[in-house]
Every structure is written in structure tokens, then in C-alpha cells.
């Protein structure tokens, strides 16, 4: 860690020192100035030993693997009963929710309570609320997987990396792996068509977008048909019990505003300095209180 540390501060002092980041990857979630990171990908959970995590990307979805949910699977699942955190292979009602980020994710900081479900609110505000909201989302396809695109606020609009927003078929914005290489780096979330579950059934696989809110008996729902252009938002659902997927967020705070204190001790002003932009080996990330986090907020170890 050490030696990437020093690799990475070398870049920033070089070419980026000056640059503060409050930015990259982060969304809107009200107008209060609320703003979080998406998670790297979908959560993913292994009954037989308890363990969460982010998918591997942000494409990637287990489908038909939900089929074999129970106390003993030894493989993964990803399709969960609404506020199942504590409860996860559980196919009837739940009634008092449980955020699944109030348990340790493995490959997202491995401590209770580092990441949250968005609320109804926000994720209405993020989707329709934030200024630009209609142009940094659509549906598209990268690495053949059909899903949506979601752009942060500071994505430049006018840059090369367009999204086609009028367009109504996954099809019309295909990313292949390099091109999402670049996105991904830039805080680009992609929200995989993963289909839902009925009981041990999934359904709608690389068609439906059905993503769980933490106000209760909400979900966040787009048309299940590929050429169809029904509006993104969340909706009312009566099926608590169905399993949908799960793209958990992190609050983002803010640079410490450094005093006079800080600046006569090192040590403590280095650890209030503002965040800053690096790049290694093409892609960006974020250096801040001495350590190195991605766009999407997940520390490089």
C-alpha cells in the first residue's frame, strides 16, 4: 500500500495537485445539497457463509442462479425481499425493513453501516429532481448486458461520452468493456436488467429494472419491454415478499475546512486537505485524507 501510495502522490503532485474533487461520481439526492456515491454494483449475498458483496461489476446480475435461494445455497444471490438485510433468503412479508448496508459488505469496506438504501424522495429526486435529470439517464446496453445508465451531476455534457436519451431501446447506447472502462472511471452507474423473483421463480431477466427503496412497499420500476418508453420512477408495490435487486449508497462529506491550527500541524492538516483528482494507468481516482478512494466512493487497499 505504501508503494502505491507514493506512486499515486507522485502522479497528483506532477500534473493534478491543484485540482480539488467534490464531484466525480457523486449524485444528487435533494435540494438541500445532499449528495451520495452509487455503489460499484449490485449486492450479491452467499447463504451458507453469510457473506455480502458488491458484484465483481457494475453489469453483472446472477438471474436464474435465484432460483436456488435457502438457508444452504453455497453460491450467490442478488434478487432480495424488500428490507431483508437481516433476513435475506426469506420468501414471505417483511415488515420492518432492515437495511442490507447495516451489514459488513467484503469488497466495500467490510464494516457494518458504511453504506444505505436510498429513500423514495431521493431517488425520485435523483432520477427526475436534479438539474439536468433527463439528459444523465438512459437505457442502454454495455458488454451485451441490457440495463440503465445513470450520469452524475458534473458529467460534461458536452463532451464526447454522449448518451442518447431520447432513444427507447437498450440497443441504442451499446458500450463494449473498453469504452465502459472510461465511463465507469468517470462515476458513470450502470443498472443491470436483472429481472425479479416470484417466490423461487426469477423473471424478466435482461429485461426488467426493479430496484428496492427503503420507504416501505415502494420500488423503483421501468417498463419491462425493450421498445417502450414508459417514464423512469419509483412506484407503489404490494409485494414485499418478491425479490428485486439492491444498489445500495454512501453519504459523501465534504473537504474539512482547514483552520489555523491545521495549518501549524502537519499531520492534522493533512488529514483536513481537500480531496484531489489522480490518474494511474488511464483511469481516475480520488486522493483524500491520505488515502485513495474510486469514483464511486470504494477505498483502493
Given at each position: 500500500m505504501k508503494k502505491l501510495y507514493l506512486t499515486f502522490a507522485l502522479l497528483c503532485a506532477v500534473s493534478m495537485m491543484a485540482d480539488e474533487v467534490d464531484s466525480v461520481g457523486l449524485f444528487s439526492v435533494n435540494d438541500e445539497g445532499g449528495r451520495v456515491f452509487l455503489a460499484p454494483g449490485n449486492?450479491?449475498?452467499?447463504?451458507?457463509?453469510?457473506?455480502?458483496?458488491?458484484?465483481?461489476?457494475?453489469?453483472?446480475?446472477?438471474?436464474?442462479?435465484?432460483?436456488?435461494?435457502?438457508?444452504?445455497?453455497?453460491?450467490?444471490?442478488?434478487?432480495?425481499?424488500?428490507?431483508?438485510?437481516?433476513?435475506?433468503?426469506?420468501?414471505?412479508?417483511?415488515?420492518?425493513?432492515?437495511?442490507?448496508?447495516?451489514?459488513?459488505?467484503?469488497?466495500?469496506?467490510?464494516?457494518?453501516?458504511?453504506?444505505?438504501?436510498?429513500s423514495y424522495d431521493e431517488w425520485n429526486y435523483l432520477l427526475n429532481g436534479r438539474v439536468n435529470a433527463s439528459s444523465l439517464m438512459a437505457k442502454a446496453q454495455v458488454?451485451?448486458?441490457?440495463?440503465?445508465?445513470?450520469?452524475?451531476?458534473?458529467?460534461?455534457?458536452?463532451?464526447?461520452?454522449?448518451?442518447?436519451?431520447?432513444?427507447?431501446?437498450?440497443?441504442?447506447?451499446?458500450?463494449?468493456?473498453?469504452?465502459?472502462?472510461?465511463?465507469?472511471?468517470?462515476?458513470?452507474?450502470?443498472?443491470?436488467?436483472?429481472?425479479?423473483?416470484?417466490?423461487?421463480?426469477?423473471?424478466?431477466?435482461?429485461?426488467?429494472?426493479?430496484?428496492?427503496?427503503?420507504?416501505?412497499?415502494?420500488?423503483?420500476?421501468?417498463?419491462?419491454?425493450?421498445?417502450?418508453?414508459?417514464?423512469?420512477?419509483?412506484?407503489?408495490?404490494?409485494?414485499?415478499n418478491w425479490g428485486m435487486s439492491v444498489r445500495l449508497a454512501k453519504d459523501y462529506i465534504g473537504p474539512s475546512v482547514i483552520d489555523d491550527q491545521a495549518i501549524d500541524d502537519p499531520p492534522a492538516f493533512d488529514d483536513q486537505s481537500p480531496s484531489r483528482k489522480i490518474i494511474k494507468d488511464g483511469r481516475l481516482f480520488i486522493l483524500r485524507h491520505n488515502k485513495i478512494f474510486t469514483p464511486h466512493g470504494l477505498e483502493v487497499q
Open positions: 449486492l450479491q449475498y452467499c447463504p451458507s457463509t453469510a457473506v455480502w458483496r458488491f458484484a465483481d461489476n457494475q453489469y453483472d446480475y446472477l438471474g436464474f442462479d435465484n432460483n436456488n435461494i435457502s438457508d444452504t445455497y453455497d453460491g450467490w444471490l442478488d434478487l432480495f425481499g424488500w428490507g431483508s438485510g437481516a433476513q435475506p433468503t426469506l420468501l414471505t412479508k417483511i415488515d420492518d425493513f432492515v437495511d442490507w448496508g447495516t451489514n459488513p459488505i467484503a469488497n466495500g469496506g467490510n464494516e457494518a453501516g458504511l453504506w444505505r438504501s436510498l458488454c451485451g448486458v441490457n440495463g440503465l445508465i445513470l450520469l452524475p451531476d458534473a458529467w460534461d455534457l458536452t463532451d464526447t461520452l454522449i448518451l442518447k436519451t431520447d432513444d427507447k431501446k437498450y440497443a441504442d447506447n451499446m458500450l463494449d468493456s473498453a469504452q465502459w472502462v472510461e465511463w465507469d472511471s468517470l462515476g458513470a452507474v450502470f443498472l443491470p436488467a436483472a429481472g425479479y423473483r416470484m417466490g423461487k421463480n426469477a423473471q424478466g431477466v435482461s429485461s426488467a429494472r426493479n430496484y428496492w427503496v427503503d420507504t416501505a412497499f415502494t420500488r423503483r420500476l421501468w417498463t419491462t419491454e425493450d421498445n417502450y418508453n414508459d417514464p423512469i420512477s419509483v412506484k407503489y408495490a404490494n409485494y414485499a
